[in-house]
């Protein structure tokens, strides 16, 4: 459900393009960080999300006091505004 529920927000947002970024544990390296990322971003795909919206990346943390403190699995998105200055 939380799938549909992400995706659905960013539905709000044709324009616009996503950071996908999955944390779960201090010993995640930045490969399967990136894994988890893609998987993410393959299953907002399935959800009608376009994929040129969407960019997957290796945890964004690099404090380790706070990779410390998640205690399951945290996935990051972060919106960039692609709309013109004017």
């Given at each position: 459900g939380t799938i549909k529920n992400i995706a659905e927000v960013i539905k709000n947002f044709p324009k616009d393009k996503f950071i996908i970024s999955a944390c779960c544990d201090t010993s995640t390296d930045s490969l399967l960080s990136l894994s988890r990322s893609k998987f993410i971003v393959d299953?907002?795909?399935?959800e009608g999300i376009k994929k040129?919206?969407?960019?997957?990346?290796s945890c964004l943390l690099s404090d380790d006091k706070t990779k410390n403190e998640?205690?399951?699995?945290?996935?990051?998105?972060?919106?960039?505004?692609?709309?013109?200055?004017?």
């Open positions: 299953l907002l795909v399935k040129s919206q969407l960019q997957p990346m998640i205690s399951s699995c945290t996935i990051f998105i972060e919106r960039k505004n692609e709309r013109s200055k004017k």
